[in-house]
């Protein structure tokens, strides 16, 4: 794969593109991979270093020891994979449900982060630990077990990309992704997305915080990313970006936007 070198640390595969100074780190959504940020590459300073991990459970990352992890969970692994690789600051971006994960980690270490990134921002669904799944997210599982990973993406994959008809190879690259989900790595993310809360965490973050949406993301739409972007302190609250004819899948549809919004040099929307 162009750019990218697979490696592990600390029981997660990860791509990286070697480069100078801070690493910029990449944390997929709940039906992704590493592998999907790819066409942010070519709009990211090629001398960066990227970063981009199979979170627990995904590609050969080992998945986590409980059942029903949280948010904090996934910050602890982030921490242990940081560690392992000697990064003490990066730049963060988290896609949907690693939106969550980076929120988490970001807002437990400050000094960890000199950035942070929520892009298509998955607000959670609030649902404690243990006490019963949103049907949303007992849906997800429940098609993954009952249809088999392919028939799940070929299900799933149309509603990340705005104007489905018009972009069948975005359709066909979100699907192709999503086929390789496995359990128990996604029945743990989908639990975890059940007991997300965004934005009580955007509210403890304070490093500087940006957000992007697609205009048309019927997944996290924008009101969703609007509510997030309110919630942050005063002192983090970067750019709220809110990119015209993207749907859910902005490393797709929207690379260079999404690149510009790492790069903090994007407009600001309402």
């Known amino acids: 794969m162009t750019g990218w070198e697979t490696?592990?640390?600390a029981g997660i595969e990860y791509l990286?593109?070697?480069?100078?100074?801070?690493?910029?780190v990449l944390l997929h959504g709940i039906g992704s991979q590493?592998?999907?940020?790819?066409?942010l590459l070519d709009h990211i300073d090629a001398t960066r270093r990227v970063i981009a991990w199979?979170?627990?459970?995904?590609?050969?990352?080992?998945p986590l020891g409980m059942d029903w992890p949280l948010a904090s969970d996934y910050a602890r692994a982030l921490e242990a994979f940081c560690d392992a690789l000697g990064l003490r600051r990066v730049m963060l971006a988290g896609h949907s449900l690693g939106t969550l994960m980076g929120a988490a980690f970001a807002a437990a270490h400050r000094d960890r982060v000199s950035r942070l990134v929520l892009a298509s921002p998955a607000l959670g669904h609030g649902v404690p630990r243990g006490g019963g799944l949103s049907s949303a997210a007992q849906a997800r599982i429940d098609d993954l077990q009952r249809l088999g990973a392919e028939k799940f993406a070929a299900l799933r994959a149309a509603r990340l990309?705005?104007?489905?008809?018009?972009?069948?190879g975005h359709v066909a690259q979100v699907q192709a992704a999503m086929s390789q989900v496995t359990l128990p790595g996604y029945g743990q993310a989908a639990r975890m997305l059940a007991s997300g809360r965004?934005?009580?965490?955007?509210e403890r973050l304070m490093v500087p915080t940006d957000v992007i949406v697609g205009a048309g993301d019927v997944v996290t739409p924008p009101d969703g990313a609007r509510r997030a972007f309110a919630a942050l302190h005063r002192a983090a609250q970067g750019r709220l970006t809110i990119v015209p004819d993207a749907g859910h899948a902005l490393y797709l549809q929207a690379p260079a936007a999404f690149a510009a919004a790492l790069a903090a040099h994007t407009e600001t929307a309402g």
Do not use: C
């Open 7 to 9: 490696k592990t640390a």
């Open 16 to 24: 990286e593109r070697a480069g100078e100074g801070e690493a910029l």
């Open 34 to 39: 590493a592998a999907s940020f790819t066409p």
């Open 54 to 62: 199979n979170a627990p459970g995904y590609g050969a990352s080992a």
């Open 161 to 168: 990309v705005h104007d489905p008809d018009a972009n069948p």
């Open 198 to 202: 965004l934005l009580d965490d955007a």
